[in-house]
Protein backbone atom coordinates (compact mmCIF):
# COMPACT_ATOMS: atom_id res chain seq x y z
CA UNK A 1 0.00 0.00 0.00
CA UNK A 2 1.61 3.21 -1.45
CA UNK A 3 1.22 6.49 1.67
CA UNK A 4 2.56 10.09 1.37
CA UNK A 5 2.40 12.43 3.99
CA UNK A 6 3.55 15.70 4.38
CA UNK A 7 4.92 17.58 7.66
CA UNK A 8 5.72 20.74 8.51
CA UNK A 9 4.90 24.20 9.79
CA UNK A 10 1.39 25.03 9.99
CA UNK A 11 2.66 28.87 10.31
CA UNK A 12 5.88 30.57 8.22
CA UNK A 13 6.34 34.16 9.19
CA UNK A 14 7.13 36.42 5.84
CA UNK A 15 10.44 36.55 4.71
CA UNK A 16 11.41 33.19 6.78
CA UNK A 17 12.48 29.42 4.81
CA UNK A 18 9.80 26.72 4.55
CA UNK A 19 10.91 23.03 5.26
CA UNK A 20 8.42 20.69 4.35
CA UNK A 21 9.28 16.84 4.37
CA UNK A 22 7.37 13.68 2.65
CA UNK A 23 7.50 10.60 4.16
CA UNK A 24 6.41 7.67 2.07
CA UNK A 25 5.88 3.88 2.24
CA UNK A 26 4.85 1.44 -0.16
CA UNK A 27 7.55 2.51 -2.92
CA UNK A 28 11.03 3.18 -3.18
CA UNK A 29 13.97 5.36 -4.86
CA UNK A 30 15.56 2.09 -5.69
CA UNK A 31 13.56 1.66 -8.30
CA UNK A 32 13.88 3.21 -11.41
CA UNK A 33 11.18 5.42 -12.82
CA UNK A 34 10.20 6.56 -9.11
CA UNK A 35 9.28 10.26 -9.01
CA UNK A 36 8.34 12.45 -6.35
CA UNK A 37 6.47 16.34 -6.79
CA UNK A 38 5.80 18.78 -4.91
CA UNK A 39 2.34 20.52 -5.42
CA UNK A 40 0.60 23.53 -3.73
CA UNK A 41 -2.58 24.91 -4.21
CA UNK A 42 -3.53 28.21 -2.79
CA UNK A 43 -7.05 28.68 -0.88
CA UNK A 44 -9.81 28.57 -3.42
CA UNK A 45 -7.08 28.31 -6.34
CA UNK A 46 -5.46 25.93 -8.93
CA UNK A 47 -3.12 23.45 -8.53
CA UNK A 48 0.76 24.68 -9.16
CA UNK A 49 3.26 22.14 -9.59
CA UNK A 50 6.83 23.20 -7.69
CA UNK A 51 9.12 20.43 -8.14
CA UNK A 52 10.44 17.06 -8.76
CA UNK A 53 13.09 14.46 -7.75
CA UNK A 54 13.78 11.28 -9.43
CA UNK A 55 15.06 7.99 -8.22
CA UNK A 56 18.69 9.28 -10.03
CA UNK A 57 18.39 12.37 -8.10
CA UNK A 58 17.56 14.16 -11.09
CA UNK A 59 15.93 17.86 -10.11
CA UNK A 60 13.38 19.59 -11.65
CA UNK A 61 11.82 23.17 -10.28
CA UNK A 62 8.91 25.39 -11.71
CA UNK A 63 10.55 27.93 -13.70
CA UNK A 64 8.33 31.05 -11.49
CA UNK A 65 10.02 29.99 -8.10
CA UNK A 66 13.37 28.14 -9.35
CA UNK A 67 15.39 30.74 -7.24
CA UNK A 68 13.51 29.80 -4.25
CA UNK A 69 13.41 25.65 -4.31
CA UNK A 70 15.59 23.38 -3.15
CA UNK A 71 14.18 19.45 -3.03
CA UNK A 72 16.06 16.66 -1.75
CA UNK A 73 15.62 13.30 -0.94
CA UNK A 74 16.80 10.57 1.68
CA UNK A 75 16.65 7.20 -0.15
CA UNK A 76 17.41 5.33 3.59
CA UNK A 77 14.32 7.46 5.07
CA UNK A 78 12.19 7.14 2.25
CA UNK A 79 11.80 11.19 2.42
CA UNK A 80 11.67 14.38 0.02
CA UNK A 81 12.46 17.44 1.62
CA UNK A 82 11.18 20.92 0.22
CA UNK A 83 12.42 24.20 1.19
CA UNK A 84 11.16 27.41 -0.08
CA UNK A 85 13.15 30.37 0.91
CA UNK A 86 11.69 34.11 1.49
CA UNK A 87 8.09 33.18 2.40
CA UNK A 88 5.13 35.90 1.45
CA UNK A 89 1.68 36.36 2.33
CA UNK A 90 0.92 34.94 -1.60
CA UNK A 91 2.42 31.46 -0.84
CA UNK A 92 -0.11 30.49 1.94
CA UNK A 93 -1.30 27.40 0.57
CA UNK A 94 -2.19 23.95 0.57
CA UNK A 95 1.36 21.77 0.06
CA UNK A 96 0.85 17.93 -1.36
CA UNK A 97 3.54 15.58 -1.58
CA UNK A 98 2.91 13.29 -5.21
CA UNK A 99 4.01 10.21 -6.76
CA UNK A 100 2.74 10.84 -10.76
CA UNK A 101 3.81 7.73 -12.93
CA UNK A 102 1.20 6.75 -15.10
CA UNK A 103 -1.29 5.14 -13.76
CA UNK A 104 0.55 5.21 -10.45
CA UNK A 105 -0.31 8.17 -9.30
CA UNK A 106 -0.94 8.79 -5.37
CA UNK A 107 -1.18 11.83 -3.68
CA UNK A 108 -0.54 12.63 0.07
CA UNK A 109 -3.18 14.63 2.22
CA UNK A 110 -1.70 18.21 2.00
CA UNK A 111 -0.76 20.21 4.80
CA UNK A 112 -1.78 23.92 5.18
CA UNK A 113 1.06 26.25 5.23
CA UNK A 114 0.12 30.27 6.17
CA UNK A 115 2.55 33.18 6.39
CA UNK A 116 1.95 35.39 8.45
CA UNK A 117 3.12 38.89 8.06
CA UNK B 1 0.77 29.92 -13.06
CA UNK B 2 -0.98 27.94 -15.18
CA UNK B 3 -0.60 27.11 -18.79
CA UNK B 4 -3.01 24.69 -19.58
CA UNK B 5 -6.38 26.64 -20.29
CA UNK B 6 -9.82 25.11 -19.15
CA UNK B 7 -13.28 26.36 -18.93
CA UNK B 8 -13.91 28.11 -15.48
CA UNK B 9 -17.41 26.60 -15.19
CA UNK B 10 -19.32 23.30 -16.71
CA UNK B 11 -22.51 22.13 -15.41
CA UNK B 12 -25.49 19.27 -16.06
CA UNK B 13 -28.55 17.77 -14.83
CA UNK B 14 -27.89 14.48 -13.76
CA UNK B 15 -27.92 11.87 -16.87
CA UNK B 16 -27.19 14.58 -18.93
CA UNK B 17 -23.08 14.52 -20.64
CA UNK B 18 -20.33 17.23 -19.97
CA UNK B 19 -17.34 18.24 -21.81
CA UNK B 20 -14.36 19.97 -19.76
CA UNK B 21 -11.58 21.33 -22.61
CA UNK B 22 -8.21 21.68 -21.76
CA UNK B 23 -5.85 23.85 -24.34
CA UNK B 24 -2.44 23.95 -24.60
CA UNK B 25 0.56 23.69 -26.66
CA UNK B 26 3.13 21.95 -29.11
CA UNK B 27 5.61 22.05 -25.87
CA UNK B 28 2.88 19.97 -23.38
CA UNK B 29 -0.02 18.78 -24.71
CA UNK B 30 1.07 18.37 -28.24
CA UNK B 31 3.86 16.64 -27.01
CA UNK B 32 3.09 14.74 -23.68
CA UNK B 33 0.54 12.98 -22.42
CA UNK B 34 -2.54 14.57 -20.14
CA UNK B 35 -3.99 13.02 -16.97
CA UNK B 36 -7.07 14.35 -15.73
CA UNK B 37 -7.61 14.96 -11.42
CA UNK B 38 -10.89 15.30 -9.96
CA UNK B 39 -10.64 17.22 -6.45
CA UNK B 40 -13.88 16.74 -4.33
CA UNK B 41 -13.63 20.04 -1.78
CA UNK B 42 -10.97 19.80 1.08
CA UNK B 43 -9.43 16.48 -0.25
CA UNK B 44 -6.56 15.72 -2.62
CA UNK B 45 -6.66 15.60 -6.21
CA UNK B 46 -7.28 12.05 -7.62
CA UNK B 47 -6.57 10.69 -10.92
CA UNK B 48 -9.80 10.12 -13.51
CA UNK B 49 -7.63 9.53 -16.68
CA UNK B 50 -3.71 8.97 -17.36
CA UNK B 51 -2.26 8.72 -20.63
CA UNK B 52 -5.14 10.94 -22.62
CA UNK B 53 -7.75 8.24 -22.00
CA UNK B 54 -6.94 5.39 -19.76
CA UNK B 55 -8.62 5.04 -16.25
CA UNK B 56 -7.40 3.48 -13.38
CA UNK B 57 -8.90 0.84 -11.79
CA UNK B 58 -12.11 1.86 -10.16
CA UNK B 59 -12.87 5.02 -12.17
CA UNK B 60 -16.21 4.54 -13.68
CA UNK B 61 -16.41 4.27 -17.62
CA UNK B 62 -18.65 7.35 -17.54
CA UNK B 63 -15.10 9.37 -17.39
CA UNK B 64 -13.23 9.70 -20.44
CA UNK B 65 -10.80 11.18 -22.10
CA UNK B 66 -9.41 12.06 -25.44
CA UNK B 67 -6.47 14.33 -26.96
CA UNK B 68 -6.11 16.11 -30.41
CA UNK B 69 -2.97 18.27 -31.41
CA UNK B 70 -2.79 20.47 -28.70
CA UNK B 71 -6.15 19.81 -26.81
CA UNK B 72 -7.57 17.47 -24.81
CA UNK B 73 -11.12 16.74 -23.09
CA UNK B 74 -12.61 15.53 -19.95
CA UNK B 75 -16.18 13.97 -21.00
CA UNK B 76 -18.61 13.15 -18.26
CA UNK B 77 -21.34 11.04 -19.48
CA UNK B 78 -24.32 9.89 -17.12
CA UNK B 79 -24.04 12.73 -14.66
CA UNK B 80 -24.37 12.30 -11.01
CA UNK B 81 -24.59 14.04 -7.84
CA UNK B 82 -21.18 12.58 -6.96
CA UNK B 83 -19.66 14.45 -9.87
CA UNK B 84 -19.84 17.81 -8.55
CA UNK B 85 -15.63 18.68 -8.19
CA UNK B 86 -12.98 20.85 -9.61
CA UNK B 87 -11.32 19.18 -12.35
CA UNK B 88 -7.91 19.96 -13.46
CA UNK B 89 -5.95 18.85 -16.76
CA UNK B 90 -2.03 18.19 -16.21
CA UNK B 91 0.91 17.34 -18.87
CA UNK B 92 4.59 17.73 -18.31
CA UNK B 93 5.98 20.54 -20.59
CA UNK B 94 9.02 20.19 -22.71
CA UNK B 95 10.01 23.64 -22.55
CA UNK B 96 9.21 24.62 -19.37
CA UNK B 97 10.85 21.27 -17.94
CA UNK B 98 8.32 20.95 -15.91
CA UNK B 99 4.25 19.41 -15.04
CA UNK B 100 1.91 22.22 -15.68
CA UNK B 101 -1.73 22.01 -14.26
CA UNK B 102 -4.66 23.36 -16.13
CA UNK B 103 -6.75 26.58 -14.73
CA UNK B 104 -9.64 24.11 -13.48
CA UNK B 105 -13.38 23.42 -13.92
CA UNK B 106 -15.78 23.40 -11.41
CA UNK B 107 -18.37 21.13 -12.49
CA UNK B 108 -22.12 21.67 -11.20
CA UNK B 109 -25.20 19.25 -10.96
CA UNK B 110 -28.01 21.56 -11.52
Known amino acids: QVTLKESGPALVKVTQTLTLTCTFSGFSFSSSGTRVNWIRQPPGKALEWLARIDWDDHKFYSTSLKTRLTISKDTSKNQVVLTMTNMDPVDTATYYC?????????WGQGTLVTVSS | QSVLTQPPSASGTPGQRVTISCSGS????????VNWYQQLPGTAPKLLIYTNNQRPSGVPDRFSGSKSGTSASLAISGLQSEDEADYYC???????????FGTGTKVTVL
Open chain 1, 98 to 106: AWISGKNDY
Open chain 2, 26 to 33: SSNVGMNT
Open chain 2, 90 to 100: AAWDESLNGYV
